[in-house]
């Protein structure tokens, strides 16, 4: 069956150790290369190089103030998004769709999931984000959904190439939040 059907809608489920290379596969091919052009919110024009690594995705999941929230289709893994306890608040992070897939409604759909977990589980009153500055598209589409630009722009980290290789020299950060409660 092809996954490019809006036919099911996604199951969520927390991430366990065995699914740290599917993770890593999935925020490559949605942020980096060619693969990623496939949908909307690709960051290969503004980065190279690698998003993240089974390392990183695998100290992530080990955290016990970070869980990443998976959405599957028949068992496919269709989108993942990283959330970070922080005091009062949550942090959404490495937040990703297949690419093929972007634009039917699962980005939508795994964001309220991940803000449901933040207010009921976590008990935090506002979420919170940072984005390329550069990216109008995927700003205006959080802020669609009650996201708001905190006026905070925080530096792009050049010297880190954790972060990708930089194609240009005018990145940042905008940091954007939503109340929960």
């Known amino acids: 069956m092809p996954l490019t059907t809006t036919d099911d809608p996604p199951v969520f489920r927390p991430a366990v150790p065995a699914d740290v290379p599917a993770i890593v596969a999935l ?14 919110t ?6 190279g190089g690698q998003r993240t690594d089974a ?16 959405a599957e289709r028949s068992g496919t893994l269709i989108g993942s998004v990283l959330l970070t306890r922080e005091s ?4 959404l992070g490495m937040f990703a769709v297949r690419p093929t897939l972007q634009g039917a409604g699962i980005g939508g759909r795994l964001l309220l999931e991940a803000e449901r977990i933040a207010r009921e589980e976590w008990y935090s009153a506002r979420a919170r984000m940072t ?12 802020e669609r959904r009650g996201y708001t630009r905190t006026g905070a722009r925080n530096s792009f980290p ?7 290789i930089p194609k240009r020299d005018d990145l940042y950060f905008v940091v954007l939040e939503k109340t929960l409660r």
Do not use: K
């Open 42 to 47: 690709t960051e290969a024009d503004l980065l």
């Open 131 to 142: 984005v390329i500055g550069q990216r109008d598209e995927l700003i205006a589409w959080y």
């Open 88 to 91: 009062a608040q949550a942090y």
């Open 27 to 40: 925020l490559e091919g949605a942020y980096r290369g060619e693969s990623s052009r496939a949908g909307w």
């Open 55 to 70: 390392d990183e995705v695998g100290g992530l999941l080990a955290s016990p103030t970070q869980r990443f929230l998976l």
């Open 158 to 164: 050049y010297d880190n190439l954790r972060f990708g």
